[in-house]
């Protein structure tokens, strides 16, 4: 069973590009979330989907957009990459968005991502 | 979402039982408690989650004060493998982590 992919597993980028971030689920749920993780901190939510066609902005979206075309993928997109961004990257899915249900999240293993 | 606080870290023997607390005193009447582990740079992993009532999986055990304002995540037979940060989360919708509680099994 496949879950939730990541690609690419790290990437090194050039300040002032862009980069795509790609995550897909196969389990048909309906939220999805990005988040980073700054070495040594928790993770901060950026962006999150609460179902297909809807996006919304987390603690830290400044730099980062998204989109939510189908259920299943839930790309991120640096526009210009800066230092800054230098982080581990992770998605996740969850059946439902409330929380009420047995709602579990599942993550991926992650997209370490150096811009330099 | 309500905020939490834990304490950044806590050791426990092998074997013996760890019990990780976490305050939320601003929990609304509609969110639930749950809570997640980080082990190593992997994703986090789902433990367990309840709304009022004390709740026990095969993982771990989830004691829910009466007034909803304080939890505490028990693993009864802590092991080496169980070295983690632990995170508890109040929600109803996105989830938020904070900095979560750095368990050290020691032998």
């Known amino acids: 069973t496949a879950g939730i992919t990541q690609a690419p597993t790290s990437q090194i980028l050039a300040a002032g590009r862009s980069m795509t971030l790609r995550c897909t689920q196969d389990?048909?749920?309906?939220?999805m979330y990005w988040y980073r993780q700054d070495l040594g901190l928790g993770l901060r939510l950026i962006h999150y989907?609460?179902?297909?066609?809807?996006?919304g902005k987390g603690e830290v979206p400044d730099g980062y957009s998204v989109s939510r075309a189908n259920t299943d993928d839930f790309p991120l997109t640096l526009a210009s990459a800066v230092p800054s961004q230098t982080s581990v990257y992770f998605c996740?899915?969850?059946?439902?968005?409330?929380?009420?249900?047995?709602?579990?999240?599942?993550f991926g293993q992650g997209t370490r991502l150096t811009v330099v | 979402d309500a905020k939490t606080t834990q304490p950044p870290s806590m050791d426990c023997a092998e074997g013996r039982a760890a019990n990780l607390p976490c305050n939320h005193s601003?929990?609304?009447?509609?969110?639930?408690v749950y809570w997640y582990r980080q082990i190593h740079s992997q994703g986090p992993q789902y433990i367990i989650h309840?709304?009022?009532n004390n709740e026990t999986n095969e993982m771990a055990s989830l004691i829910i004060t009466e007034d909803r304002k304080s939890s505490t995540l028990i693993l009864p037979h802590a092991t080496l493998r169980d070295t983690a940060v632990y995170y508890c989360?109040?929600?109803?919708?996105?989830?938020?982590f904070g900095a979560g509680t750095r368990l050290t099994v020691k032998p």
């Open positions: 996740a899915s969850s059946d439902s968005w409330t929380g009420r249900l047995n709602t579990e999240a599942f």
């Open positions: 389990m048909r749920h309906n939220a």
């Open positions: 989907s609460n179902t297909a066609g809807t996006t």
């Open positions: 601003t929990i609304s009447g509609n969110e639930y």
């Open positions: 309840g709304l009022k």
């Open positions: 989360i109040v929600r109803v919708g996105d989830m938020r």
